[in-house]
């Protein structure tokens, strides 16, 4: 295999992901393509994850929280922000023009809570005036892009914090960040709802009519080209950054910071940068599948869930943002495909445990004997063959003797 | 070219450079003497950046660098070749000299490296850490000179290195000081190749500096007094 049949052969998978949905007509048609949603949710996770921590070498833990920040700002825009051309005068709210910016009290997790919307309603019903009341929501997209600046936001804090630590320092700091996160969206149940969840509206309220055809809000074709197409960009970006400039003085601070700066890289600026960009990343991630899984909880945050996200960039290729991608994708749909419980003779394997016993191998096997992933390594074997292929020609062609005319 | 006055540095509590003062003049080639442990290289970081130091003053080309973070003082013209090379091993040959490129503004690798090290060229897609010691000094010094720098500091080039390398890279030195007129300060050990490539000396003793003066005026008293061990 030459570099450029594995350049083909990516091609022809983004070709692949592209059609499926429209070629696809098994059954279990909305089940597989939630699995496909999820993987490219876990894969933008997984491949910004790589950048930050394979390329930058900087471990961080709290990549999830980052995820989770995107899917809370936009949760909470989602639930709390309402436009009104009336003043509730029951709200919190503030004058925008003609209009009034609304923002309800604590939701609370009661089962169907009474908000201090509710209450301008009966009160507008009294006054006889509810026919002329127009209340609507922003579009979920500012929340989602809200999510993404949040993010960034924090990313940058996180970013200039941690700018000392590093390796196991960094790990643990960025774990505690991570927790704290995780017990202040636990404690603050008036207003996060707590373990109960925070509910979102799905990405598509009104349905949305894509190739002429009109899919409801719950079909599952629209939010899987959203997610693909948040996941090709992000690609496209990194895929961008790391052949730039950018990526070169990434993996030069990640190997030797004094040298790097040395050589005029400032160091500070690039590792907060690619802090902020794959914050956002993970943010963005976060948002949009907050919105198309319908609800948030704060159990994305444990320590498991960004285990997972940092066994699939490792089983993939921590070095290669599309190896790392890859591994999510195959590893998401290992972890459910392998849910099937079966039989060997008397004994029943319940798979719903033993896969992750699995899983837990295949991630030690590759760190003993695929340091640098399963997928990269093969990517790796590849490019290397064809560079050795060429310093051998190189020194042949020099070592043969010239003809003299 | 390189003014250091009144220089004090510490790690943590230790008082490792005494108030030293160092003078490079522009164009020339000063080796930096010393027995292990007296501050050498401590003194080139200072110099370079890379460590804080408590007072005193670093100017170069007239302009005061004691503050400057290391990024900066790369960007106004100081190249550094640290001790133990200190290349990026997973990043090839050529990602390694395209770092310092980012400044120049230029696309390509300048000529003259490849000139200067011609093994570099064909091994230009290897990884750095699969060179051997010798050529990932000449990678070392390539990668500096990629800043097209005015000032090159190389903390001990030669250690560590087969004696045709050495031989090399000394006549490397001798051409970028004297073909390119490029400035330069060196820490080195052996003392017959300093006196073949500097045309000054300065000495250290206990992180202080002690004796100075052109190459010529080093005797076998200072030898045995600084550097004999």
Redo the contacts between chains.
Sequence with gaps: MTPTMLRFAGLLGMVFLLVFPLLYTGSNYSFIMHLWITAFFYAILASSWALLAGYAGQFSFCHMAFMAIGGYTTGLFNNYLYFSNTPTTTCTEFAIGDRWLVVLDPIGVAASPRTCLDAAHSAWAEAGIAGEVLIGQPSLWFGIGLGVIMGGVFGLLIGALVLRLRTVYLALFTVGFSEILRAVISAEIAVTRGQAGLELSPLFPDGITLFGTYFAATHKLPPYYLMLGLFLLCLAIMGLLVRSRFGLFIRALREDEDAAQALAVNTVRYKILVFVITSMMAAAAGAVQAHYVGIITPNILIILQMSLVIAMAVIGGLESIVAAAIGAIVIQFALELLRTSFDIGPWTIDMSVWRLVFFGLLLMLTLRFFRNGLIFSLILKVERDAVAKETVSKRQAAAEPKEID | MLTVKGLNQYYGESHILWDVDLDVAAGSCTCLMGRNGVGKTTLLKAI???VRIRSGHIEYAGQALAKA????R??VGIG?V?QGR??????TVE?NL???L??TGAKQIPERIFELFPILK??R??RGGDLSGGQQQQLAIG??L??QPKLLILDEPTEGIQPSIVQEIGQVIRRLNQDDGLTVLLVEQKLPFARKVAEHFSIMERGRLVATGAMPELDDDLVRQYLAV
């Design positions: 370079m950046g890379l973070p290391a990024h900066y790369a960007r550094y640290p200190e290349i990026f091993p997973q990043l990602e395209l770092i310092g980012d400044i064909t091994m897609r290897r990668r500096a990629a800043l």
